[in-house]
T-cell receptor
């Protein structure tokens, strides 16, 4: 089955700086890669996703890049703000909403004021 | 749109009892729903895929006789944890697929004494 590795496990950045979280996946059949933000005790919230026919996608301060050849994808957050502090999970699946997601272990992002 | 609810939001039960958790898609129909489990400070792990009108598909290592899943309608899936034990204490989260994206419920915190 699919295996998703996520790094780093903890990331501390100064407010206003950029944060980058990286994930690799093992199954070349995966073609859907979402990123979720989860605050303590809350549900995961989809912040951005990318499909295999696209190499990069951006939504305001958040961007995701995908390298299918290398089987890795990354989340980029620019101009970080205190409210960006949370745990971020990458995930992979073969059919988006019709397939169960395999999650990475998560990155605890800490924005230092 | 795309709202998923869960009930109850938290439950405490005695060891050996059974607990039922409901997952509802409020404003859309979902032929497929998913059940995940999240232990403290860990990632989400897919337990099973719930298919409307047919048997659920369980991930490797998940006991189907212990975690009973019923998906009787296009808007409701239930997870019953039978003969619960303290090691079953966890955060149970469901999701439903719509237009190639998964939407998560708010989760159910189960504590088994």
């Amino acid at each position: 089955g699919e295996n998703v590795e996520q790094h780093p496990s903890t990331l501390s950045v100064q407010e206003g700086d950029s944060a980058v979280i990286k994930c690799t996946y093992s199954d070349s059949a995966s073609n859907y890669f979402p990123w979720y933000k989860q605050e303590l005790g809350k549900r995961p919230q989809l912040i951005i996703d990318i499909r295999s026919n696209v190499g990069e996608k951006k939504d305001q301060r958040i961007a995701v890049t995908l390298n299918k050849t290398a089987k890795h994808f990354s989340l980029h957050i620019t101009e970080t703000q205190p409210e960006d502090s949370a745990v971020y999970f990458c995930a992979a699946s073969m059919e988006g909403g019709a397939d169960g997601l395999t999650f990475g272990k998560g990155t605890h992002l800490i924005i230092q004021p | 749109g795309a709202v998923v609810s869960q009930h109850p939001s938290w439950v405490i039960c005695k060891s050996g009892t059974s607990v039922k958790i409901e997952c509802r898609s409020l404003d859309f129909q979902a032929t497929t729903m998913f059940w995940y489990r999240q232990f403290p400070k860990q990632s989400l792990m897919l337990m099973a895929t719930s298919n409307e009108g047919s048997k659920a598909t369980y991930e490797q290592g998940v006991e189907k006789d212990k975690f009973l899943i019923n998906h009787a309608s296009l808007t409701l899936s239930t997870l019953t944890v039978t003969s619960a034990h303290p090691e079953d204490s966890s955060f149970y989260i469901c999701s439903a697929g719509l237009s190639d994206t998964q939407y998560f419920g708010p989760g159910t915190r189960l504590t088994v004494l």
